[in-house]
């Protein structure tokens, strides 16, 4: 039997890899529809001349530390059965390779079904809200009217500037919302768009759909506010958008923003959505896209990485808010820690104190104390628009 050899894959390989591999395969990841892809790159695994294996890819642009960085998303993963030990062995190498090629800050992936570490970490994109029937504010808010398609520039502004202040969200082109997203809007006809006039002018909008029924549904699909006032104000316009006695479901709303305070005395339900897989992507590009802390420094970092992405032990120097630089070192590390970790502590999710209790960390308790005061907080956050405007570029024009 002949070697496999990998190779970069081409617009031509879909027919093949849809046909012989997502009708008989181990698939990593959801078999979406590939169709004529939109963006996608990746690799096939050949064998005698046939396909046997792909690994493919989106690059995306997304906001990160309030400036734009690309993602790379891991979309699907396919082999023969008979290609088990490619499957375990060949895609993690495929994905280093492409992290190194398009410099890409973040890699990120929906699931795998295959048992090896490379290095991701799941992470919340938001908290998903639930009120049943018969629970509203009383009386209308006000400040609250139907948007035309003459504030559709502002809408767009104002979804840029709350996205600028999360993390993970996409840098929406024009062509998004006038490629993708505003022909769908006018393409529904139940769905509504209300925005909040605040003192100022505009500072929220919803789109929203009401589904009828015995219990009418109102879903939330996308809400951006810049203020207090617009986000209770559009709540209570939610509340009656449907009738008294409409349910409201909204889908997973941004972290930093008291949203339980808003709920508070309502018999609404909460649950973290967690779909998503992160890791570092390439050293540089991550480090700079991390929000610094006002102090300055230098710290030597073993990192271990399955994917052997990052060097083994790097020099990172930081002042003021600002990345300095870092760069491989052979000198004796600070702290030792594995890449998912250091993903975590980086972007915030794990205090150095939680990681050190599990002891996940190695060095002097100065050196973690050091550690701890690097990096603030970022508040991870996918707009829920954004994951099908992402699901609709994979697919060619031709299948919506």
Not at 56 to 69: D, K, S, T
Not at 100 to 105: F, G, I, R, S
Not at 141 to 156: F, K, N, Q
Not at 292 to 302: E, H, K, M, T
């Amino acid at each position: 039997m002949a070697d496999l050899v990998r190779r970069p894959f081409q617009a031509e390989d879909t027919p093949a890899v849809c046909r012989q591999l997502l009708s008989d395969s181990l698939v990593a990841g959801k078999p979406w529809p590939l169709g004529r892809t939109n963006g996608t790159t990746g690799y096939v695994w050949e064998q005698d001349g046939e396909i046997v294996g792909s690994r493919l890819y989106l690059a995306e642009p997304i906001w990160l530390g309030g400036g734009e960085v690309t993602a790379l998303h891991l979309t699907d993963a396919a082999f023969r059965i008979g290609a088990l030990a490619v499957a375990m062995s060949a895609p993690p190498q495929a994905d280093a390779d492409a992290i190194v090629a398009t410099q890409a800050a973040i890699a990120t992936r929906l699931s795998t079904r295959l048992p090896i570490d490379t290095g991701f970490s799941p992470l919340p994109i938001g908290t998903e809200y639930s009120l049943p029937p018969g629970n509203h504010w009383p009386g209308r808010p006000g400040g609250i009217r139907l948007a035309t398609p003459a504030d559709r520039p502002v809408i767009e502004a104002l979804q840029a500037r709350r996205a600028m202040g999360l993390a993970g969200g996409r840098v929406r082109r024009p062509a998004d919302w006038h490629g993708r997203i505003w022909p769908s809007v006018a393409a529904v006809d139940d769905i509504t768009l209300l925005i909040h006039e605040g003192r100022d002018g505009p500072d929220g909008y919803v789109m929203a759909t009401v589904t009828p029924g015995e219990v009418p549904r109102v879903s939330v699909n996308e809400w951006v506010e810049l203020s207090g006032e617009a986000r209770r104000k559009l709540l209570h316009a939610l509340m009656i958008l449907g009738g008294p006695g409409a349910s409201l479901d909204i889908h997973p709303m941004p972290p930093d923003a008291p949203w339980p305070q808003l709920f508070d005395g309502l018999p609404a339900t909460a649950r973290v959505i967690r779909p998503w897989e992160w890791r570092a992507g390439a050293m540089v590009p991550f480090l700079a896209g991390m929000r610094y802390g006002p102090g300055s420094g230098s710290l030597r970092l073993a990192v271990r990485d399955p994917l052997a992405v990052w060097p083994a032990c790097i020099e990172l120097a930081w002042a003021e808010g600002r990345f300095l630089g870092a760069a491989p070192t052979l000198g004796p590390p600070d702290v030792t820690l594995a890449i998912d970790k250091l993903m975590l502590i980086a972007v915030g999710e794990m205090p150095v104190a939680q990681a050190d209790y599990l002891g996940w960390l190695e060095g002097s308790t100065e050196a973690k104390s050091r550690l701890a005061q690097i990096w603030k907080k970022q508040h991870i956050y996918r707009y829920w628009a954004d994951l099908r405007l992402y699901y609709v570029l994979r697919r060619s024009p031709g299948q919506g």
